[in-house]
């Protein structure tokens, strides 16, 4: 069920970039996409599954010092 | 005692990265178009590797001059590491390459290069796992290990620099620092870099850490 969820979430995501890449004759740049501020949005999220990532690293660096001072 | 402001910059590093990676600007040029912020976070992938696979080639060495179990552990974790940094460039570089080049696997000769040296690798940790006694093991190991890293530096570097490819800076391909004039995608790309390398040696450390427990334990 994850599994199928996931590919297809993934899919999706393929899917717009590819619309994304899909260029005209200028160069096209995301800089609407930028002044509309919508941006933030997306840096925050990922920043935030970053820091998320992070703290359970140094979680699992705690854990295992103290193991570590045990023996 | 552990140190952790490495640790620290590591995470610090990789956000600024994230950030300016993200909202800083950008070199416009066709074809590749935004997606030239790829470069902030497939290239230090392979610079952590690079660095990971390194390091498992100094304990290898060292093991053998001395003969101590930590540095083949030391060795072996740096390339669990690196090999999971090398799946991610690669994948991060099917992605990219599907879209810029119209094929996630193109016959280029640093992806070819790069899939064989990957290779290399995994039949090290196979050689590993087939040899049963510790020493023998370690020192088969560590000798295989410091051939298969220069074999993996031209196989991966200097090859494909000599010839046709697809990839930035190679046969006569103009690489991207000749589009970044005024070192705006330095300031993002060598931060990234340094964050991401560090980041891949507080895995590696964290693996070796496991592997001393499990023996103490055992």
């Known amino acids: 069920m994850m599994k199928k969820l996931a590919t297809l979430l993934l899919l999706i995501l393929i899917n717009q970039l590819n619309v994304l890449a899909q260029s005209s004759d200028a160069v096209e740049m995301a800089t609407g996409l930028r002044s509309s501020g919508k941006i933030y949005v997306v840096v925050l999220v990922i920043v935030l599954i970053f820091i998320g990532l992070a703290a359970y690293l140094i979680s699992i660096d705690r854990k295992l010092n103290k193991l570590e001072k045990r023996k | ?218």
Not at chain 2, 138 to 144: L, M, V, W
């Open chain 2, 1 to 218: 005692m552990t140190k952790y402001w490495w640790k620290a910059l590591s995470i610090l590093l990789i956000l600024y990265s994230l950030i300016a990676g993200l909202l800083g600007p950008v070199p416009t040029l066709p074809i590749i178009n935004e997606t030239i912020r790829n470069l902030y976070y497939h290239l230090p992938m392979w610079f952590a590797m690079f660095t990971l696979y390194f390091v498992s080639v100094i304990y290898s060495v060292r093991y053998l001059s001395r003969g101590k179990t930590e540095h083949d552990l030391i060795a072996v974790e740096s390339v669990n590491v690196g090999i999971l940094f090398c799946f991610l460039g690669l994948g991060s570089g099917m992605i990219w390459g599907n879209f810029s080049w119209g094929d996630p696997w193109p016959n280029d000769p640093k992806l070819n290069g790069s899939a064989i040296a990957t290779l290399m690798y995994l039949a090290y940790l196979v050689l590993r796992n087939a040899l049963e006694e510790e020493q023998k093991r370690g020192k088969i190991s560590a000798i295989y290990n410091i051939f298969a890293f220069p074999v993996m530096i031209v196989l991966m570097y200097i090859l494909p620099k000599t010839t046709d490819s697809l990839h930035p800076g190679s046969g006569g391909n103009s690489g991207f620092g000749e589009f970044d004039m005024d070192g705006a995608m330095r300031a993002v790309l060598y931060p990234a870099a340094l964050g991401w390398i560090l980041m891949g040696l507080w895995l590696a450390q964290i693996r070796y850490r496991i592997r001393k427990l499990q023996i103490h334990l055992s």
